[in-house]
């Protein structure tokens, strides 16, 4: 009866909200593309609550089903619900990353904690478990596929690691923490968002644009006019007559990608690098309402206090128990194999750029005394002078060659020659942003593979980096129909202006190729259930698809045929080819080191066993912990975060001139991005990427019989199967350890 009430409630329910609501009917876009011109931004929290009422409807049928538990009634029941819940997410998630206007923060921050208590009612319902657990427990005798056995594994895992067989009491904690826990990382996130826009320097002087190249003060001088900045404006920010502004200017420099890496590389302006690099590395610190500080203690005592619920020392035990990795000691080994290599190549380049550095001093460019060493400020300034006097080459010469459009016909280009894909240009629909573009993907016989939307350029609403996300998963119905992906791709690139097209620097082309490898993974699918296919795969296996892409994005092969000269349409040439070529390993020591430096600081905070310690500990901060029953705070007080970040980098060994890649308090991916305790994967599938990259090269770059291999293995496969096993059964052995270190020039 209570099935039949529900089903009868969600009908009407549908009937009436279908006519409003996008997201209750189905969308009459072509490819399951989301209806973004008819969603209103009223529709999120309506949709959401709907969904949630369907998802725990069709969890009620699962556990009434008067038949013993099987395979299909159950797990594949359960795969298959809460298909509103999964459109309105895959929508709400993506723009709430990309699009972040005020009014989608206040509207994600309203609908994290209902998602939270319904995964908690899901997932700590016993009724549903005792199914999943029979099930379970008998699995070798249910003559399941391997993919149906991962799938069951999954999802008896997520009951165990959400605290299904905790007390009561327990389990009430365990929702309370799980809620506040969403609410602090969103709050991080938005904090990080606004810090990073807040900065803005305006420069109005000639001097304080010295050594910037032209195309870098074009793109300086549109910022500050899409900014309303006029030369009025300008002069009273600074506080002088408008005619001291110079011609051209005035130009605005901020703390996104597009903006700060190119000032950083090419200002000749001491002061102000250290003015822009101070404001970067200090964001979400400086007390006020976006601190994260207190955040990140919050954040880290309830993750301790849920890791000891569910049975586990520390966060990185319970995060690790079911990766590859598995535990915090083998990630803290793997770590310290690798950066003793990095921080001693980084050595010998501080050593190369502190040469040319003196010559400045020579030259009276800078004082001659103790200041003039090279700082964190300088790294990327004087390495870029150093490519420049080591292989004749910068990024000024490079740039015009890589034009956006132009590398991703590469990145396309590639795929066609590894996997047969092709794209096409998909215009029909409006999509939630005029800087998105769609592409329909399909294989070389003409079937549909999916839909990919990119959306490559940064603007203020948009947080830092770069991206995949899942709009739609692959999956097959219960018919066997097979559901193609809606994939997105996210970048930060800077916008065209003025006549300039979007040009990117060798690091944003290698980003493209990157994330384009996650595409893949989606895209290629090919799975029956949403929890294993695509990139629901292991943290510490996720970015092999990724960074294997890479390795194509500056082959001679690929640059010749889609690097051209914006403004002549002349391919780029052989000379050029081989600089970038041998220099491809300028700066490991300095790249390998920053990544390294925030894998182990990310371990280190989820390591911890409360983050209260003794009062001379050497990262205590002047406040005592809170006083126990008895009124004593037996001598303990809480870690300082700044102080805790630089004993670890202190006992690391991390060089004074350089600072982790990401600084606790604005390190999105551990505590706001879903990556805590797995900030390492990023090396851990470095390693199966340089050494699976090694037997593309053996056997041809392009050699066909290598990709299929690849696509049929890994990509295809998504977490059917242990990670381990599909990487054997592509490359037909372990992986060498080494590998990482020989690519990057490091062993």
Known sequence: MKRILFILTLVMLVSSCKQFNPFLGDWKTPYGIPDFESIKESDYIPAVKFGIRQQEGQIDAIIANGNAPDFENTVAAYELSGEILDRVTGVLFNLSESDATP????????????????????????????????????????DLTR????????????????????????????????????????????????????????????????GLPSAVLASAASDAAHAGISRREAAK????????????????????????????????????????????????????????NPLVLQIMKLRIERANLLGYPTPAAQILSDKMAHDPQTVDSFLGKIFPAAVRQAALEVEDMQALMDKDIEAGLLPDDSTSVIKPWDWSYYAEKVRHEKYALNEDQIKPYFKMENVREGVFNTAHRLYGLNFERFDSVTLYHPDVESFKVTDSDGSMV???????????????????????????????????????????????????????????????????????????????????????????????????????????????????????????????????????????????????AAAI????????????????????????????????????KVIDPEKFEAYVMSQAGLPEQIIPRYRTTYFNHVFSGGYSAGYYGYLWAEVLDKDAFELFRKRGVFNSTVARSFRENILEKGGSEEPMVLYRRFRGAEPDPDALLRARGLK
């Open 450 to 596: 999916g839909i990919l939307l990119t959306d490559y350029y940064t603007r203020s609403s948009k947080r830092g980096g770069a991206w995949m996300n899942n709009v739609r998963n692959q999956y097959r119905t219960k018919k066997g129909e097979d559901i193609r992906p809606v994939i997105v791709n996210v970048a930060n690139f800077p916008k065209p202006s003025d006549g300039i097209p979007s040009l990117l620097s060798i690091d944003e082309a290698a980003t493209m190729f990157h994330e384009f490898g996650h595409a893949l993974h989606g895209l290629l699918s090919q799975c029956t259930y949403k929890d294993v296919s695509g990139t629901n795969v292991t943290q510490d296996f996720v970015e092999l698809p990724s960074q294997i892409n890479e390795n194509w994005a500056f082959l001679p092969e690929v640059l010749k045929t889609c690097a051209r000269h914006y403004q002549t349409g002349e391919s780029i040439p052989d000379s050029l080819i081989t600089k970038i070529s041998v220099s491809k390993n300028f700066n490991q020591g300095f790249m390998t080191t920053e990544l390294v």
């Open 237 to 292: 920010i600074k506080g002088i007559d408008e005619k001291s502004v110079a011609d051209g200017g005035p130009w605005l420099f901020t703390l996104h990608t597009p903006s700060y890496v190119p000032f950083m590389t090419s200002s000749a302006r001491r002061d102000l690098r250290e003015k822009m690099f101070t404001a970067y590395s200090t964001r979400c610190s400086a007390g006020g309402d976006s601190d994260n």
């Open 147 to 210: 993919e149906q056995e991962m799938a069951l594994g999954k999802l008896y895992r997520k009951f165990v690691n959400n605290g299904v067989s905790l007390s009561p009491e327990s389990q009430a904690r365990l929702r309370e923490i799980n809620k506040e826990l969403a609410v602090l990382e969103q709050r991080f996130g938005n904090n990080v968002l606004s810090q990073t826009n807040s900065f803005r320097l305006v420069l109005t002087d000639s001097s304080e644009i010295a």
């Open 601 to 636: 600081l990310d371990m280190k905070w989820h390591e911890l066993t409360s983050i209260y310690v003794p009062q001379d500990c050497p990262y205590a901060s002047e406040n005592d912990a809170p006083a126990d029953s008895t009124g004593r705070t037996n001598g303990l």
């Open 103 to 142: 009014s989608m923060q206040k509207i994600v921050e309203k609908v994290i904690p209902m998602l939270t208590e319904h995964n908690d009612n899901v997932f700590m319902n016993p009724y549903f478990f005792a199914r999943v657990d029979e099930l379970y427990q008998n699995r070798k005798n249910l």
